[in-house]
């Protein structure tokens, strides 16, 4: 029943009966019980239908508790704030200190967290963390985050839990962006989706029937390991930011950063170059498309918003390659679609905590205010990353 007042709030007892096939006498000791425990209150009144009797509406205490979604990035660090109905109350985007070791770096994401948090941090139920890497399942351990090799430190993880005394859950950041795009972006009328987000490094969700697959060691959707090059040549170096321009450095051509790669100009050598990234991604795409049949594969990341006017050209390609082809999609949430994806799985475990079975949550939470204009309105984040004075490490 606690699934349904989530969905419809605000609603009368009479509506939450309806919806659920619950007897109204039933609903509405559930419901006195709620308003005790105080996660429910009682709102303003609406005439029913019924020859004019008045309802009392219900709605949830969003205040009660609050969620973190943390995207932790080699680059910028994404922070938001939610509340029980995932409304934002505030996001950061910082540049992130990657020059910092495992502890330290642990230190100041928890400073940065604790600070975003303020004076509710006492109510917040739930941490989400989406990191560069596989997140193994087992034992928690951080593998593959060739760009912010920190996170791999157990002493990272051990660090931040210390540091913030929540129970941090942990994600493969492009699994939490794709989350984040299916229930709030540009997939979210695809169950059957996937992402692909190109930037500092190359990261892949998939998600079959509305689940996005993890594995057990967290290598699922990991196409950047696939050595498709040269020599051997893994297709993460061919398609970020630091392989292309060190593709271009080995060719010759002067480019000052990736996005040059994708702009009209005359530069020698840059045909050969876009050339050769547009058969690394074809080929990403195509491993993509032959894993799960996606309805939508959504491209994310720095790079990808720079080819959002060839995209017609890739589904092209996949079609005569393939004789389908998924539709390919910018980021609905643009740099914000991992802490988003954070979001909803911070949110899903305080629901589960409140009683709602997981079968139920697929839809939930189903707030509108969770939109790229919704963040930039709550966006609170400094143009560089707050001086950070590491304490001692006592031995």
Partial sequence: MLAEVFRLAPASRKQIAEATGISTATVT??????????????????VSENRGRRAVLLDVVAGRSYVLGIDLGA???????????????????????????????????????????GSNWPLVGAVCLGLPGAVNRTNRS??????LTQVEDSRFLQRFQAAVQKVVMIDNDANLALLGEQRFGAARTSPTAAILTLGTGL??????????????RGLVGEFGQLPVGPLGTKLEHMLTGPGILRRAAEAGVELHSPAELFA??????IETLRAHFDHALLIALTAITVSCEPNIIVLGGGIAKSLTSSLHRYESALEHNLRMSPRLLPAALGDFSGALGAVVA???????????QQESLADLPVSQTLTPEAIRRVQGGRSAPRPFQPEPIIR
């Fill in 346 to 356: 911070s949110l899903h475990a305080v629901y589960s905590d409140l009683g709602m």
């Fill in 203 to 216: 990261g892949a969700g998939i998600a079959i029937e509305g689940k996005v697959l993890q594995g057990e």
């Fill in 264 to 269: 009209e100009n005359d530069k020698g050598g």
């Fill in 142 to 147: 951080i593998s593959n985050a060739h760009h």
């Fill in 29 to 46: 000791r559930a419901v006195d019980s709620l308003i005790e425990e105080g996660l429910l209150l009682e709102g303003s009144e609406i």
């Fill in 75 to 117: 680059s910028n660090t994404r922070i938001i704030v939610a509340d029980l109905l995932a409304n934002p109350i505030l996001a950061l985007d910082e540049p992130t200190p990657s020059d910092l070791n495992a502890p330290e770096l642990a230190e100041w994401l928890a400073t940065e967290v604790r600070s975003a948090a």
